[in-house]
């Protein structure tokens, strides 16, 4: 049996592929539990719907922060902040994503590349379609 093809490649969704593991699994666990406080709350924590409710929310609230500060920045190199115009009080959002392929450093993950985009547009997803 050929050892390699049970070795996993650069891009496969294996944590242990990431370059940052403890990072992604706690980007996941934020991303994940939120949904599932959101989708079994009910029936597991409390029959009080304001007390999910209020839980989805501050779960969310971890996830974004930890999502903006940390797993952004170290797994896929994200950065956002809000600049105001003082002449006029415009504000407009400026958005960066680090460019580590070219001779500043080492290329981006893979892995982590296809966890935090795929998951940030699947929860994302899920929650719009529980929405409606």
């Not at 939120?34 to 079994?40: G, H, I, K, N, R």
């Not at 500060?69 to 006029?88: F, K, P, S, Y």
């Amino acid at each position: 049996m050929d050892d390699r093809a049970q070795q996993p490649r650069q891009g496969d969704l294996s944590w242990r592929l990431s370059s940052h593991p403890i990072t992604l699994l706690f980007f996941l666990g934020f991303r994940i539990s939120s949904l599932l406080v959101y989708l079994f709350g009910l029936w597991l924590l409390s029959s009080n719907f304001v007390l999910v409710f209020i839980l989805t929310i501050l779960l969310l609230a971890a996830d974004f922060y930890y999502l903006k500060n940390i797993a952004g920045r170290r797994l896929v190199g994200l950065r956002w902040w809000n600049e105001v115009d003082t002449a006029t009080g415009d504000s407009h959002w400026v958005f960066e994503s680090q460019d580590r392929s070219g001779e500043g450093g080492p290329g981006q993950n893979a892995t982590d590349k296809r966890y935090v985009f795929g998951v940030w547009i699947l929860v994302v997803e899920k929650f719009v379609l529980l929405g409606m």
